[in-house]
């Protein structure tokens, strides 16, 4: 039991660490929810360290392994903090969160819930046993789970204990506080005091007994932790594209709004890096929050340095991580992710990185992304993707789609949520609301379209599933949900209906 | 609002009634007692890696074991048993490299008996025990009975026919 409360107040306090140099622009809010999944990312430090010194980790490994990770991450967030606060975080503030957590943690520990799928145990489990035994990041850790889970449980191992299952709903509560923030501070924003709490605290709890949510909540698997980085990543670059704050009217107010817009790019890449080590198909999904923020950048939304930040944040762990990999065990031959693959995506994202940096420097492209519009492109682009695939293996794409669509319509435990959040996006599709925030739900929109859109290719492509509540498209969907809420919950509490300024398409294009 | 009433009254009836999913444990904090109140198709495998572990006092610098788990015990194990997934299971449960071997790991009576006398034996679930020893090179070595019945593991320097049997 020890272990899991060390692994998890560990990882919280060396979040803090890390984001230390911006908490001043982050804000007590953003800055104590994004400490425990930027502090998670220290394990796989730590994994890829003993794997370059070829050692068995010890309590002094761990220690070592986590002090490189803050002094790597605080250097980087040093270098993109800004000058002006959004509101101090102060000691009070520690002291309430950390004795929350540990309270927390102890009682989830004394209580001992949790849940086991054959991965948990043949996987998860066993691959931290195999880094505690040996301090070797192999091609069965990379190619099958990749390294973050397996390095927490090798340092539960270290620390005395046999089963991790603490972590993991920290993790949901982690998420459910993310999502309750940007309800608080986006969706519900214009409800009059006691309406926005309770609506904020409603949606939050609906999505908390969300069938698969509360089975993800227990169960020993990558889905929650996966859903807790895609939210905060997406939740980061949103607010840097000012789309949480965007009635922000004073000129220091906007101040504050701009000057925590790198320092909001840092965490987002942070978020990405952490879902890139969660899952071996995480470096595919790390497109998702790169294309949100490349259409944000080239629609003017987004700084350069912002996007520069990110990149930055994202690319120091995964180079530590898959570079201790690749010069250790080379390009590994593996079950879920190959080693060449994982090579190819890396320099995927470094090109798209470049890509959008030019993009949106050089004018006459700019210009030309403005006027066709980012998102539209990027759709389009994603559509012929699609096509792609179908074109590529027919049979295989309508198997991959017959399966996904099974899973969440009948067959894959959401009971009715996807049936509400489909019934849900296509009101707010034919019964528009223009107000201030349309803009933003737009890019939430697209976000839970991205999403999908990356889901269909990469399991069409290479993994078709089959229709039980376990395939691996059928828990992936879960990472989604709170942004699927989110956009929602932004349509519900729109201003624009108290104002009356809701359009319905068949009367706007009434003449 | 009404919508949001029913989603949530239809969750909590899901979760409530019809609960899909596999049931909850409460852990102990230990894998073994995970593993056995939730049982496992590779639950053998998983014995076999722990009770090695135990014969050596921790990890295993090299299990030889015959490439089927059926040369080992013939009840409740699938046909080719020690395919590449067990064979994972137990190279990353033992933390080393596994030697699938070609011998006879079958022990009659006699030379169980002599294996066993005077040793400290430890039960593992699926009837698979560790023979500890206070001579350790690292090294495990799998036998059974001659009704394949146990599994056990037995350390490389009292294993009877030593470690390339």
Not at chain 1, 35 to 43: F, N
Not at chain 1, 391 to 409: C, H, I, K, S, Y
Not at chain 2, 108 to 125: F, H, I, S, T
Request: aromatic share 10%.
């Amino acid at each position: 039991m020890i272990g899991n409360l060390i692994v998890a107040c560990l990882s919280l306090a060396v979040g803090w660490g890390a984001l230390f140099p911006l908490r001043r622009s982050l804000g007590p809010g953003l800055y104590h929810l994004s400490a425990l999944p930027v502090g998670t990312i220290g394990w796989s430090v730590v994994a890829a360290l003993t794997t370059v010194a070829e050692v068995r980790p010890s309590p002094m490994w761990v220690a070592f392994g986590l002090t490189v990770y803050v002094v790597m991450a605080a250097a980087v967030a040093r270098l993109f903090a800004g000058t002006v606060g959004s509101a101090p975080v102060s000691w009070r503030s520690f002291a309430l969160v950390g004795a929350g957590f540990v309270s927390l943690s102890g009682l989830l520990a004394w209580a001992g819930l949790t849940l086991v799928g054959a991965d948990s145990y043949s996987h998860y489990e066993l691959s931290g046993w195999f880094l505690a035994d040996t301090g070797r990041l192999s091609p069965i850790i990379m190619g099958s789970r990749n390294t973050l889970l397996p390095a927490m449980h090798m340092a539960n191992r270290i620390f005395g204990a046999d089963w991790l299952y603490v972590p993991y709903p920290l993790f949901s509560a982690n998420t459910l506080a993310i999502t309750a923030w940007v309800l608080w501070r986006h969706a519900f924003v214009s409800l009059p005091g006691r309406t926005r709490l309770a609506a904020t605290a409603v949606v939050a709890g609906t999505l908390a007994i969300v069938p698969p949510w509360f089975y993800h909540t227990w169960l020993v698997h990558s889905n929650m932790a996966s859903a807790m980085f895609t939210t905060l990543a997406l939740t980061a670059v949103l607010a840097a594209a000012g789309v949480v704050d965007r009635r922000a009217q004073s000129a220091s107010e906007k101040e504050v709004v701009g000057s925590r817009s790198a320092a909001l790019g840092v965490v987002a890449g942070f978020a990405l890096a952490g879902l890139a080590l969660a899952r071996p198909d995480g470096l595919a999904y790390v497109f998702q929050g790169l294309i949100v923020a490349a259409v944000c950048h080239l629609s003017g939304a987004l700084s350069r340095r912002a996007i520069v930040a990110a990149y930055a944040a994202l690319s120091a762990p995964l180079l530590v991580v898959y570079g201790a990999a690749f010069l250790r065990i080379g390009v590994w031959s593996g079950d879920k992710l190959q080693g060449s693959w994982a090579v190819a995506l890396l320099g995927a994202i470094l090109v798209f990185g470049v890509l959008t940096v030019l993009a949106g420097t050089i004018e006459p492209i700019l210009e030309w992304l403005r006027r066709v519009g980012g998102m539209r492109l990027a759709i389009a682009v994603n559509v012929l993707a699609i096509v792609a695939v179908a074109a590529t293996d027919r049979g295989q794409f309508l198997f991959a789609l017959r399966n996904m669509v099974a899973n969440l319509a009948l067959m894959g435990t959401w009971g009715l949520t996807w049936w509400v959040v489909l019934l849900g996006v296509v009101l707010s599709l034919v019964v528009r609301v223009r107000d201030v925030e349309e803009p933003g739900r737009q890019l939430l929109l697209f976000a839970v379209f991205q999403f999908f859109a990356i889901a269909l290719v990469l399991h069409a492509s290479v993994h078709p599933g089959h229709i039980s509540p376990s395939d691996s498209f059928n828990r992936v969907a879960l990472h989604i949900v709170p942004t699927a809420f989110w956009y929602l919950a932004s349509y519900a509490g729109s201003p624009g209906w108290s104002k009356g300024s809701f359009v319905q398409l068949s009367a706007e294009a009434a003449p | 609002m009404l919508f949001l009433v029913a989603f949530v009254l239809h969750s909590i009836r899901y979760l409530g009634c019809s609960w899909p999913y596999t049931r909850f444990i409460r852990s102990n904090g230990m894998l073994l007692q995970v593993l056995e109140e939730r049982g496992s198709p590779w639950m053998i495998s998983f014995s076999i890696g722990m009770a090695s572990r135990a014969a050596v006092g921790g990890p295993v610098t090299s299990l030889i074991t015959p490439p089927d788990l059926h040369e080992l015990r013939r009840v409740a194990v699938a046909e080719g048993a020690l395919d590449p997934y067990n064979a994972t299971l137990l190279q990353q449960m033992c933390g080393m490299g596994l030697e699938v071997l070609r011998y006879d790991p079958v022990l009659q009576q006699d030379a169980l008996r002599l294996l066993l006398e005077n040793r400290q034996v430890l039960e593992y679930p699926d009837d698979v025990y560790a023979v500890s020893s206070e001579a350790q090179d690292g090294t495990v070595v799998l036998f059974t009975d001659d009704a394949h019945e146990s599994v056990y593991c037995v350390p490389g320097p009292i294993a009877p026919r030593g470690t390339q049997p």
